[in-house]
């Protein structure tokens, strides 16, 4: 009996191939929509939850106010980790991260650049869950100027070899240093990304006592059931402690320091809080994170373009359904009971609803290499086959298919075979007002939609062409200018005898991006009651 009346539908659905196509197409691009969305959304929500320990994890950051100036930075003093370490027993571990640029980097008499290294204490992969290939994560940054690169960095340098104990060497600092370690590739879900890891053990300035300048991230790793609202109001204390003598040491007490309206504490930020929820300098940050808004603006339009497909699929079928009497009312005079007409109607919309996710399949298939070069993500559709996203589409197809077989199947089924034979339906107008309202629905959502991608097309418009004071057409940067080594110098000079140039300057970082003396304070002229936190870049005399 089942399968003679799904051979029924199915028939049916033949004979309205082109409304079949239709509705199903504009089903599939619908739901294509919306899993390219939610791919993204996860990937935002999933940052840095790749590590064992991410709960327990939190950043230590600088907030305060001096003579008026917000301060909000990411990197703390050096001294803040073992103090930390030492005075809370709630503090399992603590390690530090610091920027080390992409140095020169020597080996075999060959010269190799664009590695991003960081240095970090010796606890760093007891802390952050990072995959070693090769060596231990316990021991490998236990000594002095040992190293750990990772899967693709090994290759770039060492081929076939195997990297272990092998020595590459900083070009400017002259120091070797040993690969004691191999790991996967930084996951592209982390608030950072680095191609080695050296150890900051035997470093002079990683143990400084200076509380007054900040250049190190500071991770903690806290015991079970420790209370962040708790431990966070014990920091305070930590500040006048230690920080208080140096103020002191200005010319200042601490506490007139606080008189003057100033004010500067440490925070602590959850791991997973770092992407989307930091509101900190973007030069203090090790990468430009996510926001949470825009997680949820792009949730909002996932479920508005949802909505928008399956409204218009629901209303195709219901306006198809109800030309379909006289095939109801034939099939009740030979015999046909309602639930059997029910479960043809349900089984015809289950079929447009498979055929709609397989065609959307494919379609998130074809389109993701293009979204990912546009978003600069790496999504994958393999995410698509996870046990949780299976069961979401599973049990959005039979939504789906409820809502859309569900007028036909319930209402249509109940027509008296002497009404559908005569054409004659109840509640006719009714029907035409609820598939009004849905389509006047699907209308504002659209209208919203393309205003708001108007709005924001002259948005990023604006901040293109914005005058930021200076001629950017005529302004090039030859990067990597270092690598000349002693002749960089010479090619400057060469460079200044072209006709077609005007000038020529020199740094060692561009203006918008990270420098090497990250948030330093300075005393204009040598007043210490003045000191303000800034960025400090190395120029030539001609960059003004």
């Given at each position: ?13 033949s ?10 197409t ?32 939190v ?13 909000k ?15 809370f027993?709630?503090v399992e ?6 920027r080390?640029?992409?140095?020169q ?13 960081a ?29 750990v ?51 900051m ?7 400084e006592?200076?509380?007054m300048a900040?250049n ?25 402690k ?42 203090s940050?090790l ?118 077989g ?39 959502v ?81 007043q ?15 960059y003004?």
């Open positions: 009996m089942y399968k003679s009346y799904f051979i029924i539908g199915w028939r049916n659905l004979k309205n191939s082109r409304l079949f196509a239709i509705n199903t504009g089903l599939a691009m619908g739901i294509a929509t919306c899993l390219i969305i939610m791919l993204f959304v996860v990937d935002e929500l999933s940052y840095d939850r790749y590590n064992e320990k991410a709960d327990r994890m950043r230590v950051v600088l907030k305060g106010k001096v003579n008026g100036e917000v301060i930075e990411a990197v703390t003093p050096a001294p803040v980790a073992s103090t930390l370490k030492r005075e027993p709630e571990e603590v390690t530090r991260l610091r080390f640029g992409s140095p980097i020597l080996y075999n008499n060959a010269t190799y650049s664009n590695s991003k290294v240095i970090v204490d010796p606890a760093f992969f007891s802390v952050f869950t990072l995959a070693f290939i090769q060596g231990d994560p316990l021991t490998a940054l236990a000594e002095p100027n040992t190293i690169i990772t899967r693709d960095e090994a290759i770039k340098y060492f081929g076939k070899e195997d990297p272990i104990n092998k020595v590459l060497e900083f070009k400017d600092s002259g120091e070797p240093y040993k690969v004691t370690g191999i790991i996967e590739n930084v996951p592209a879900n982390s608030h950072f990304h680095f191609d080695m890891f050296a150890s053990e035997g470093l002079a300035h990683a143990k006592n200076n509380w900040s190190y991230f500071t991770y903690l790793l806290l015991h079970k059931g420790t209370n962040l609202k708790q431990f966070e109001a014990k920091l305070p204390a930590i500040i006048k230690y920080m208080g003598p140096q103020v002191e040491q200005l010319g200042m007490t601490f506490e007139k320091f606080n008189e003057n309206g100033n004010e500067i504490g440490l925070y602590v930020q959850p791991l997973t809080d770092i992407h989307l929820y930091s509101d900190f300098d973007n030069q940050e990468e430009a994170g996510g926001d949470i808004k825009a997680v949820y603006i792009f949730g909002a339009i996932a479920l508005f373009m949802l909505l928008i497909a399956c409204i218009n699929f629901m209303n195709l079928s219901t306006a198809g359904a109800t030309k379909r009497t006289k095939e109801i009312g034939v099939k009740k005079a030979l015999g046909s009971q309602r639930n059997q007409l029910i479960h043809q109607f349900l089984t015809e919309s289950f079929i447009s609803t498979v055929v709609a996710m397989v065609l959307a399949a494919a379609l998130v298939i074809l389109a993701l290499p293009v979204f990912n070069q546009l978003s600069g993500k790496e999504l994958e559709a393999g995410f698509l086959l996870a046990p949780r996203v299976l069961m979401a589409l599973v049990g959005l197809g039979i939504l789906i298919t409820l809502l859309a569900s007028y036909p199947a319930f209402f249509l089924s109940s027509i008296k075979p002497i009404a559908a034979l005569k054409n004659k339906t109840v509640h006719g107008g009714q029907s035409k007002g609820i598939r009004s309202a849905l389509v006047v629905f699907q209308f504002v659209s209208a919203a939609l393309i205003l708001s991608i108007i709005i924001v097309n002259q948005q990023m418009s604006f901040i293109l062409n914005k005058e930021i004071g200076y001629d950017r057409d005529q302004l090039l940067i030859l990067r990597e200018s270092h690598l000349l080594g002693t002749h960089e110098e010479a090619f400057k000079n060469q460079l200044i005898n072209d006709p077609d140039i005007e000038s020529i300057t020199m740094s060692a970082f561009l203006p918008a991006g990270p420098t090497d003396n990250n948030m330093t304070s300075v005393y204009p002229g040598h210490h009651e003045a000191v303000r936190r800034t960025l400090v870049y190395n120029i030539d005399e001609k003004i």
